[in-house]
T-cell receptor
Framework: DAKTTQPPSMDCAEGRAANLPCNHS???????VYWYRQIHSQGPQYIIHGLKNNETNEMASLIITEDRKSSTLILPHATLRDTAVYYCIVRASGGYQKVTFGTGTKLQVIP | GAVVSQHPSRVICKSGTSVKIECRSLDFQATTMFWYRQFPKQSLMLMATSNEGSKATYEQGVEKDKFLINHASLTLSTLTVTSAHPEDSSFYICSATPDRGYGYTFGSGTRLTVV
């Protein structure tokens, strides 16, 4: 799987949009970008994934650059419950591919 | 849908004893499950891939004789930490997916404390 780079920490004011960047410059053509988050002492939670088009669901939006070398996860209106570690992962589809985690970004939402 | 249940959520055991952790896929069948370990303030580290009906595949540096994995059915994988020591104290998490390649679901984790 391609390696990803994320800032170790970010702060965001409650109610504002949180924009979490991820670099994945060695991504291959068949690899998807996945985002998970882990709230303290819980298992990771799937947020969203995409290949090359921007994606949106009830939790977040995913913006992938045209060259696919980086992406941004957007939480449109951050709440205190969004405080968590956010992981960006790149992996190929098909088969039961194992998921390896980088260090992630610790997002602190501030009242 | 796609719920993974992990039990127990926390366990305290004495040094030298063994502890079993269960991971169940509640509403789907999982031929493959994954086991992770997470130390405080660190990321998840993949320990092994559990395969139904066959031997588990362990990541480099993980002792297969210490961390016994059994995947006897399509909905249950177990991780047994044998002869546990304080350094085995950690947060253990399992994951599985109902579909090939999309949206892995994770269990809620097991906090193991060895005293």
């Amino acid at each position: 799987d391609a390696k990803t780079t994320q800032p170790p920490s970010m702060d965001c004011a409650e109610g504002r949009a949180a924009n979490l960047p991820c670099n994945h410059s060695t991504i291959s053509g068949n690899e998807y970008v996945y985002w998970y988050r882990q709230i303290h002492s819980q298992g990771p939670q799937y947020i969203i994934h995409g290949l090359k088009n921007n994606e949106t669901n009830e939790m977040a939006s995913l913006i992938i650059t045209e060259d696919r070398k980086s992406s941004t996860l957007i939480l449109p209106h951050a709440t205190l419950r969004d405080t968590a570690v956010y992981y960006c992962i790149v992996r190929a589809s098909g088969g039961y591919q194992k998921v390896t985690f980088g260090t992630g970004t610790k997002l602190q939402v501030i009242p | 849908g796609a719920v993974v249940s992990q039990h127990p959520s926390r366990v305290i055991c004495k040094s030298g004893t063994s502890v079993k952790i269960e991971c169940r896929s509640l509403d789907f069948q999982a031929t493959t499950m994954f086991w992770y370990r997470q130390f405080p303030k660190q990321s998840l580290m993949l320990m092994a891939t559990s395969n139904e009906g066959s031997k588990a595949t362990y990541e480099q540096g993980v002792e297969k004789d210490k961390f016994l994995i059994n995947h006897a059915s399509l909905t249950l994988s177990t991780l047994t930490v044998t002869s546990a020591h304080p350094e085995d104290s950690s947060f253990y998490i399992c994951s599985a997916t109902p579909d090939r390649g999309y949206g892995y679901t994770f269990g809620s984790g097991t906090r193991l404390t060895v005293v």
